[in-house]
């Protein structure tokens, strides 16, 4: 029903190899919120943002709702690589399962569309773009605007989502550290 679909190489999209469009998702039952920049050697740029709203109905009309969404953001916009952010457990299980659900699609899909996807923290994406780990959701937002000059952010979960593909951005230039004896 949903068939694993390469995407487009970057190099063929823009005659550059150094140049990486970065898919972000901020995960969410009600609003998962997207976010896509193009990373090039240290600098990024805004592509687009936006959320996918899962409206009413049973979970699995709701996730699939979700599933198309994210899908065609993914045909429009062509990331070559994708970041989701990690689920944190609070003290209400069943909407941890729920959100955990969600999750499970913003991991799916990118991967449907043959995309390596990252995982983060949050703590590690809010210490990323704005240098504290417990950042709350203003400074996050104003973080991402100082560094996608000109954005309009959607909402505060396309903003998390930008900050999630800021922070795969940061992550995937990383040096890869070597163990003794020369293995990765």
């Known amino acids: 029903m949903f068939p694993l679909r390469a995407n487009p190489d970057a ?13 972000g998702i901020d995960p969410g039952l009600v609003n998962l919120g997207w976010g896509i920049i193009e990373a090039d050697r240290g600098r990024m740029r ?3 943002n936006g959320t996918c709203h899962s409206g009413t109905g049973t979970l699995a009309e709701r ?19 994708a970041a989701v952010e990690q689920t944190f457990v609070n003290k209400d ?3 941890t399962l729920k959100l955990g659900q969600a999750r499970a699609i913003a991991l799916l899909v990118p991967a449907q569309f043959g995309l390596d996807v990252g995982e983060y923290a949050p703590n590690k994406v809010k210490k990323c773009v704005v240098g504290v780990g ?4 203003t400074q996050v937002q104003h973080m991402v605007k100082m560094q996608l000059p000109g954005v309009s952010l959607a909402s505060p979960d396309a903003a998390d989502a930008l900050a999630v593909a800021i922070c795969h ?3 995937m230039r990383a040096p890869v550290p070597r163990v003794a004896g ?3």
């Open 169 to 171: 951005a940061f992550y």
């Open 63 to 81: 996730l699939l709702r979700l599933h198309a969404a994210l899908s065609e953001v993914i045909e429009r916009h062509a990331p070559e690589t």
């Open 11 to 23: 190099s063929k999209r823009t005659g550059r190899t150094d140049l990486v469009r970065v898919l």
């Open 46 to 48: 805004h592509v687009q």
């Open 134 to 137: 417990h950042a709350d959701k």
């Open 93 to 95: 299980a069943v909407a």
């Open 182 to 184: 020369g293995a990765a």
